[in-house]
């Protein structure tokens, strides 16, 4: 009971102090109305990628839980509280399904194609900032927390992840030692990304205890709001 309360009252502070930032924002933007638009308006938009989807349904859970799914959910409410802060937002996907090519029949081609499409999406808005949402799974049923990678190729990368993963920390985990990461090959999508990019592992799997979170629905909205709010503290909103 006292973390969740403690949980609210920085939740409560948080948002206090958001709003106070938007109403300075907006006046000023209201005293600099006279300037152009593609001066005044500098907030990114904001690709969120909930990973896997349909044939690929990713890490799979004691219970069998997918990690598809689960991406989905959290992306999801990281998408509405990301709105609700006024930022624009992309979604790589909004239902189970992957966006894999129609003309794709194969497993392979289905999973070639879908990623195929997100770094297009990425392509689409290259000065986006891109957020994949995954979950994590290890040999070791010990191994538990939040882990945020990033893109090797741009300097604002590890930053947002830094934000993030503190975000998430102090939020949320504040157990958690676990450091930011570069990502390999093995990432697609931020090995080969142009932009700011990264992924956030919110948890293990192959852990019960995370899973027994990662689950829940109040626990959901709450990692959705630390990484909101890791965002926001990135863009210095």
């Known amino acids: 009971m006292k973390k969740k309360a403690r949980f609210r009252v920085l939740c409560a502070l948080f948002i206090f102090a958001v709003c106070l930032s938007f109403f300075a924002f907006t006046v000023h933007t209201t005293q600099i109305a006279s300037v152009p638009d593609e001066i005044a308006t500098d907030r990114p938009i904001v690709i969120v990628d909930a990973g896997h989807g349909g044939v690929d349904g990713g890490a799979v ?8 799914l689960l991406n989905l959910q959290i992306a999801k409410l990281l ?76 300097t604002t990368s590890p930053a947002l992840a830094d934000c993030i993963q503190k975000s998430v920390v102090s939020l ?55 990484i909101a709010a890791g965002i926001l503290n990135y863009l210095n909103l």
């Open 61 to 68: 859970a004691y219970d069998g839980t997918e990690e598809q």
């Open 79 to 154: 998408e509405q509280q990301l709105c609700a802060f006024g930022i624009e937002t992309v979604m790589t996907r909004t239902n189970e399904d992957s966006i894999h090519d129609e003309t794709a029949n194969t497993i392979r081609e289905k999973k070639v194609t879908d990623i195929h499409n997100r770094m297009a999406i990425m392509e689409a808005h290259p000065d986006a900032l891109f957020v994949s949402i995954h979950q994590n799974k290890y040999t070791d049923s010990s191994q538990q927390g939040t882990q945020v990678f990033y893109s090797p190729n741009t």
């Open 172 to 226: 949320l985990q504040p157990e958690n030692t676990r450091e930011i990461k570069k990502s390999g090959s093995s990432i697609y999508l931020l090995y080969y990304a142009k932009q700011t990019a990264v992924l956030v592992e919110c948890g293990f799997l192959s852990n019960q205890h995370d899973t027994e979170l990662l689950k829940d629905e109040e626990y959901q909205k709450q990692m959705a709001f630390a």
